[in-house]
């Protein structure tokens, strides 16, 4: 039975509280061991990938459409919360028109030495080369989801984060990436950048992408790819740190004409993911959405 909800600092629903309050969520969240999906899209795709929810909040009308998820979440003990539109904008200062938000166990980071030797495993297992992302600092959580909605559609193996780039599991983030995040394994680095180091334990050759003076073309690595390859992006204004270009095997930039220097980080991601993708062909399944 659906629990309804008339006021919107109910602590029941404390979970879905202030959720444009970036500084505040950041923090929170984390602590307390959630994230938050939201759209059937997402939260089917979080459920799929085996994470727990906490409770749902939605709409009065939403219980039809999502009655299977209802009837699941209720079955399982997870509580399902309804409120009028106003309610639920008041508890989250946003008009929610995606159907439905749920509060979702976060689940726990594994080690990066675990997380490469699963990627290795399952490029072993697919007959392909392995491939890794690395985003220092990215601090736009577009961005973040833009790059796992990328990985995802591209064969990337696996995901390394720095200890300063912005949360994969941030609401936005999440939306952003289609619910692709929980699909492509991530983790973060405790270290950086001395821990690129695993990487080479593991015998990865370790790419920077930046400008500068003795950058190799995206395309002479293209034609000559190492087995094991990870790349490394940076921010979109400062692009990688002196350190993390130091750190790298090498460097990498993309051919540009018109007088442009650079793309956007997410594009530019794209980009390289694309030249740099593990099978030869993909199966067409879209376009641009």
Not at 18 to 27: E, F, G, H
Not at 53 to 67: C, E, G, I, V
Not at 114 to 130: F, I, P, R, T
Not at 226 to 252: K, N
Request: hydrophobic share 50%.
């Amino acid at each position: 039975m659906a629990i309804e909800i008339t006021d919107p600092a109910d602590e029941r629903v404390r979970d879905y509280f202030a959720l444009t309050d970036v500084a505040l969520r950041t923090k929170v969240e984390p602590e307390r061991g959630l994230y938050l999906a939201e759209s059937e899209k997402v939260i089917r795709r979080a459920l799929a990938a085996g994470h727990r929810p906490r409770s749902f909040l939605m709409a009065q009308r939403w219980l039809t459409d999502l009655a299977d998820l209802v009837e699941q979440a209720e079955s399982g003990g997870v509580p399902v919360y309804v409120a009028a539109a106003g309610v639920i904008e008041s508890m989250t200062g946003f008009h929610l028109h995606r159907g439905a938000l749920a509060s979702m166990h976060r689940p726990s980071l594994v080690a990066p030495e675990l997380l490469l030797q699963k990627a290795l495993l399952h490029s072993a297992l697919e007959g392909k080369a392995s491939r890794v992302v690395i985003l220092e600092d990215i601090v736009d959580h577009t961005n973040v989801g833009a790059v796992f909605r990328s990985a995802a559609a591209l064969g990337v193996d696996a995901v390394l984060i720095t200890p300063r780039c912005a949360d994969p599991l941030y609401r936005r983030a999440v939306r952003v990436s289609m619910g692709t995040v929980f699909q492509v394994p991530w983790t973060r680095i405790d270290v950086w950048p001395g821990g690129l180091q695993v990487l080479r334990d593991n015998g990865f050759t370790v790419a920077a992408f930046a400008l500068t003076d003795e950058a190799t073309s995206l395309d002479d690595l293209a034609a000559d790819q190492p087995q094991r390859l990870a790349v490394i992006f940076g921010t979109e204004g400062d692009g990688l740190s002196r350190r993390a270009v130091e750190g790298a095997d090498l460097v990498v930039k993309i051919p540009m004409a018109g007088g442009v220097d650079s793309l956007n980080m997410a594009a530019a991601s794209a980009v390289a993911m694309w030249a740099l993708r593990p099978l030869a062909t993909f199966p067409v399944t879209g376009g641009f959405g």
